[in-house]
Structures are given as structure tokens and as C-alpha cells.
């Protein structure tokens, strides 16, 4: 009896992983930008494109990035890929993102949220390219696009 207690305990310890849910904006990444971004991207933040039309004071207002569309907008269009520049943690490129500092406390904490980021948009997903070439980077393509998931 015993041993068939333990082993139940065992199959249910190893069948975690598998019901484990994806990601979603909902449960993972709208808490996540709550607690770190919307000190600055909040609902009292430029919407993009006002911010865009901002000129020099760009430099000290955040865009606004805290519901799923006005999320999305800096990760499909209209700017493409910059939730990713600004994100990334320069692994590959050798130089991190501006915002990336802001992902978490300690280096643990940002690589832990950077991941659930990464998870969230989906296999693939983290490109960094922008919607046209720009200084020899090649545009985004359609393929690197549908690889991006960002479950609701
Ligand atoms: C202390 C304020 C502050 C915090 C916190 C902050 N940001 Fe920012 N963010 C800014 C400012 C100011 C800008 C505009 C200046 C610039 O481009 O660097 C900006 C710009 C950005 C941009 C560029 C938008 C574009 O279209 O170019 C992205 C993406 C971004 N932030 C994402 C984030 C994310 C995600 C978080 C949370 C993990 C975050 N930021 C936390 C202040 C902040």
C-alpha cells in the first residue's frame, strides 16, 4: 500500500510538466508589465503613435504598452521588433537592450522574465529585425512572423 502511495506520488510529481499551461498575457505577461513597466508605459503613457510624433521629448516619456494590443504594437507593427531590441540581453549581439535593465533586480530575476517573455511570443519569435531593412538588417519576414504565438 505504502509502495503504491509513493509511486502515485511520483506519477503525479512527473505529470506536472506536461499539464504545465502555456503562457499567457493574462496570467503571465500582464502581471509581469504591471510590476516592472508601467511606472513609465502605463495607461496615462502616449499611445505610440502620439509618442512617435513626439520629437526630442521622446527621450524622457515611455510609449504606452500596458493592454495587449498597444503590447503587440511594439512587437508586430507598427514597431516591429522593438519590444525585442529593447528587451533582448545582448547575448548574441553583444550590447542589451535599453530597457532590459528594467526586466528585474537581479540578473536571476531578468533572465527568468526575459524567458517567460521569449516563451510567450513562441518558438522563433525573438527577432529583431524591424518591418523594413534597415543599415544591411533585412526586414522581418512573413515565416519569422507566424512563428509568433502571444497567447491571450
Ligand atoms: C523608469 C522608466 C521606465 C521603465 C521602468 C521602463 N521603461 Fe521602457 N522606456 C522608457 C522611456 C523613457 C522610453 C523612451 C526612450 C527610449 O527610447 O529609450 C522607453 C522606451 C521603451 C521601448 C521602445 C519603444 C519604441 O517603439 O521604440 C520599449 C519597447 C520599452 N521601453 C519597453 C519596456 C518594458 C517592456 C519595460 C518593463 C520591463 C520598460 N520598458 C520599463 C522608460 C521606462
Not at 54 to 66: F, I, N, T
Not at 105 to 111: G, Q, V
Request: charged residues 30%.
Amino acid at each position: 500500500m505504502l509502495k503504491r502511495m509513493a509511486l502515485t506520488v511520483v506519477l503525479i510529481g512527473m505529470a506536472v510538466p506536461a499539464f504545465a499551461q502555456e503562457p499567457t498575457w493574462r496570467k503571465d505577461i500582464k502581471p509581469l508589465v504591471e510590476a516592472q513597466c508601467i511606472e513609465c508605459h502605463g495607461a496615462t503613457a502616449p499611445e505610440y503613435n502620439e509618442w512617435e510624433i513626439l520629437g526630442d521629448a521622446k527621450k524622457e516619456v515611455g510609449p504606452r504598452m500596458d493592454t495587449y494590443p498597444h503590447f503587440m504594437s511594439y512587437v508586430i507593427w507598427p514597431a516591429t521588433g522593438a519590444m525585442m531590441r529593447r528587451l533582448d540581453d545582448g547575448k548574441i549581439s553583444g550590447k542589451p537592450g535599453n530597457m532590459y535593465q528594467f526586466l528585474g533586480n537581479s540578473d536571476a530575476d531578468r533572465d527568468k522574465n526575459l524567458q517567460t517573455i521569449k516563451e510567450w511570443l513562441g518558438d522563433g519569435a525573438w527577432n529583431l529585425n524591424r518591418w523594413k531593412e534597415r543599415k544591411g538588417v533585412p526586414g522581418v519576414t512573413k515565416e519569422q512572423l507566424e512563428t509568433i504565438k502571444a497567447k491571450y
